[in-house]
């Protein structure tokens, strides 16, 4: 069974949607690329989170020109649908990349090397992704602080997180002020959710932890995850930010436009890119500024192309060196999620493909845009605990609560996008194939391990080398071992083990046979065998202070020994955020429109 059969019903069911409900919210007709100018004040590479957000806050100063370039096209109409998000990766809207074999990890997927899903469109990764909404620990933004990056403290990204926030849900009444109105990214709570989600709450509760509004205050406890969700539609930067600003008469967005390089002059200016567009090269030139907003794949890659990097890599590729950058592409990293915790239960309780495919909840989202299709599958709830080591509110451990598991349905669609060996995914899961259930996904939310992204090619439509280096720093097996055995206890609260019948599928893991079953060596093979990407990289043109050797840009995101050219992306990060990604990089995007305005004498929000 795989993700083609599942492509296939998705077309059927688009077929459906698309002719009642999506048809208007769905399109994207603003290409640009046939009547483009030869100079912009600012050029945008990359339409993906961040770059939306930018194209959107820079163009509102009637008098810049905005040129936003994208490597693919238009949206598919089923990234609308929630639902459907995991029907996209390895489809049109997804770059397809591997990691690098790993040498720690991922021993239970083909040469250790796992699919690496990165957004290729309008809209970028927020097209592709699973739209859960977390802003991170205020602790992640204070240190970025602390690290020699003033701006970047709690109290100061706040403000750009409830610029960017229309916030929707129910459930923030003690922590409002937390919250934004009216911005244009739209947060929700109210969704259909499966049975088992307040079997997840109560076993938070039980443990001793609090429900709470993770976006409040502090996040330590259970929470419903809040989605970017408009009207049981997909917000993506594209629907939120770029579409309602392609009309201005002042911002082009050109589709299908690959960027090769940026052109400096002698002084180290950026005046320019060249881009591929159906096979012929371009050049486009800037007046002010030149934006990379590529992602933590793509900006390292472009500069490196563009010789700004690491020089003795650079010449290995015969690139002429502009500036000498050794930290571009290092301080790589990810966070490792593992997907393979399993309870089975003794109801239906759980998500399952009949559940999202019925004809009933085809006609509720028809209809009223609501139900299992409105949902991205599965995710209900996250949690995070208290950390063991240094400051308990700043956790180590996120905890993502799936209302279905790897072996239901087969393993169909799952299985096959996490990319493990199909001989692995037998051997484990085989006897419990049709079975209700439910997992607990620990995910490192402060990672030890770093990587890098280099040059296999100067070739700038081959992929870069993507080693996220998982589970190379020992601490990290320690504390996925603690994620392990407290994603145990939630299993085993009387809320799961009692209510809904749930027991862990404790097979023991195909590849750890040798292993004494419980003990830390098992749970080392395991997390060894099975962690893989919860698709958050981040770090690889690291903002640092200049004392910093490995720093790529400064605290106002200034690419280090050169002029009019700063990274806004999630690459920019000096350590991921303890949570998902895509909340933080929108307030990156925010908060560097309004730091870019002011340099340049134009009015800000909050500077
Ligand atoms: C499968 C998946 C699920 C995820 N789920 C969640 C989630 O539920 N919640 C969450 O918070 N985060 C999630 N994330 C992460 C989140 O979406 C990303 O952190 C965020 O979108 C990154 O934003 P960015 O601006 O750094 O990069 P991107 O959004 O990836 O944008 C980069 C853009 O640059 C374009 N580009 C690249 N190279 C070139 C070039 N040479 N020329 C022109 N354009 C180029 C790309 O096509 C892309 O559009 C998920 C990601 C994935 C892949
Ligand atoms: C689950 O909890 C029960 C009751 O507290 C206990 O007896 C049992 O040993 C636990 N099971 C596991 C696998 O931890």
Known sequence: MSIQIFRIFILVIMRILSTVVIRDVGEHHYDASGRLLD????????????????????????????????????????????????????????????????????????NNVSPYPRGRGVGGSSTLNLMIYVRGNRRDFDHWEALGNPGWSYDTVLKYFKKAEDYRGTRNRATASYHGKGGPLVVDDKRWSAPLLRGFLNAGQELGYNIIDANGPEQIGFSVADMNIIDGIRASSAISYIKPAA??????????????????????????????????LHTVYVKREVILSAGSVNSPQILMLSGVGPSHH?????????????????????????????????????????????????????????????????????????????????????????????????????????????????????????????????????????????????DPKTSPRIDPNYLSHPDD??????????ALKIGNTTALREDFGARFHDKVLPGCEGKLYDSDDYWECYVRHVSSTVYHPAGSCKMAPSSDTMGVVDHKLRVRGTEGLRVVDASIMPLVTSGNTNAPVIMIGERAADIIKNDWGAPTTHL
């Open 314 to 458: 650079l010449r290995e590729h015969q690139i002429p060196v502009v500036v000498d950058l050794p930290g571009v592409g290092q301080n790589f990293h990810d966070h490792p999620i593992l997907f393979t915790l399993s309870w089975l239960t003794n109801q239906r309780v759980s998500t399952s493909i009949p559940t999202v495919m019925s004809a009933s909840a085809i006609k509720e989202f028809a209809h009223n845009k609501q139900g299992p299709l409105a949902c991205p599958f599965a995710i209900e709830g996250n949690a995070w605990s208290l950390s063991e080591e240094g400051d308990p509110h700043w956790p180590q451990l996120q905890y993502v609560f799936l209302s279905s598991n790897m072996a239901m349905n087969y393993g169909f669609v799952l299985s096959d996008i996490i990319g493990y060996k199909p001989e692995f995914f037998k051997k484990y899961f085989g006897s419990v194939r049709a079975r209700y259930g439910f997992v607990i996904a620990p995910i490192l939310t402060r990672p030890k391990s770093k990587g890098s992204i280099t040059l296999t090619s100067r």
């Open 247 to 280: 009309g201005r008469p002042n911002l082009d967005v050109a589709f299908n436009a690959h960027v090769s390089q940026i052109i400096f002059n002698k002084e180290k200016r950026a005046i320019g890119v060249q881009f591929e567009q159906r096979g012929k």
């Open 477 to 486: 097996i320690k504390t996925f071992i603690r994620g392990i055995r407290f």
């Open 39 to 110: 100079r912009y004040d600012f050029i945008i590479v990359g339409a993906g989170s961040a770059g939306g957000v930018l194209a959107s806050r820079l163009s509102e100063i009637e008098g810049w020109r905005v040129l936003l370039l994208e490597s693919g096209g238009a949206p598919p109409r089923e990234s609308n649908v929630p639902a459907l998000a995991l029907g996209l990766q390895q489809g049109e809207a997804d770059w397809k990349y591997f990691t690098a074999p790993q040498r720690y990890a991922q021993m239970a997927f083909p």
